[in-house]
């Protein structure tokens, strides 16, 4: 089976850029929990990620009960390593600590859209710091969007509070499995200097890529298909359609 290398030879390397491109989403666990120490590793390599004024806005969730594991799963697909991992995660952004401090002051929260992006871009640097960590001591990981599916079912079962606003899921744990891995568009179709090309090298740089991602789909027995007609089945109609009433309903402004 072809592999699909996402650096040239003559890259410079170093065992953390090792590391960033040995990432493939796993699938399949072998049975067995993180350890805790390994989760607290994890953490602070997570939390270590820059965050917007230091204001923190996110948390994580650690689902260790084993039918709140498999409500989640079934409702997120289903997808059954959500409840097969070795620990399952979801990650939100929190603007609850920010609204207590608020509010232990005297003074009325009040934000807009700001905080809402703050709190997804936060959350989302510590999740890649504490995703890769984790991939770093060995484990597999797959993040989750599929818990997006029904995300008031997700705030019932985790009992979440006004200010909490999950996100997206992450399984993590020993992989069995070995997946080739997925390729990416090139580097040059995605940094730019100075300015935003033309549609038409856009457009070039898609067609290349789209042979590429074929192949792979190919390769791994998948049903071919271009990136470009996988992207069109994806954003040809609207999902999720509950999503800003949810997130204003736990207090999130989106205006
Ligand atoms: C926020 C986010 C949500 C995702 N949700 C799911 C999911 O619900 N199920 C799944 O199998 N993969 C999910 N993925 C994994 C992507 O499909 C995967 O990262 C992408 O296809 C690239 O493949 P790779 O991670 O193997 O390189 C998600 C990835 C991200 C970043």
Not at 37 to 63: D, E, F, K, L
Not at 121 to 127: E, I, N
Not at 215 to 240: M, N
Request: charged content about 20%.
């Amino acid at each position: 089976m072809t592999d699909y290398p996402t650096h040239s030879q003559t890259e410079s390397t170093n065992p953390t850029i090792s590391t960033m491109l040995a990432h493939r989403s796993i699938r399949k666990f072998k049975p067995g929990t993180i350890p805790q120490n390994n989760i607290q590793t994890a953490m602070r390599a997570g939390q270590a990620a820059a965050t917007s004024s230091a204001v923190q806005p996110y948390c994580i969730i650690h689902v260790t009960d084993s039918a709140n594991r498999q409500a989640i799963a079934d409702l997120a697909g289903p997808q059954q390593m959500v409840h097969d991992c070795g620990a399952f995660f979801v990650i939100c952004a929190d603007l609850r600590k920010h609204m207590l401090i608020v509010e232990a002051a005297g003074e009325s929260y009040s934000t807009g859209l700001e905080a809402f992006v703050v709190g997804t871009v936060d959350a989302s640097l510590f999740a890649q710091n504490f995703t890769l960590a984790l991939e770093s001591l060995g484990y597999g990981t797959c993040y989750i969007g599929g818990i997006r599916n029904d995300l008031p079912q997700v705030n019932e079962i985790l009992n979440l509070p006004t200010g909490v606003l999950p996100l997206y899921g992450l399984c993590a744990g020993v992989p069995d499995e070995s997946p080739s891995h997925r390729p990416r568009l090139e580097p040059d179709a995605m940094l730019f200097e100075n300015a935003y090309p033309s549609d038409e090298v856009t457009m070039s740089a898609i067609k290349q890529y789209d042979e590429v991602y074929k192949q792979y789909l190919t390769d791994r027995g998948a049903k071919p298909s271009t990136w470009s007609e996988a992207i069109c089945k994806k954003f040809s109609y609207a999902t999720r359609v509950g999503l800003a009433a949810f997130y204003r309903s736990k207090g999130a402004s989106l205006d």
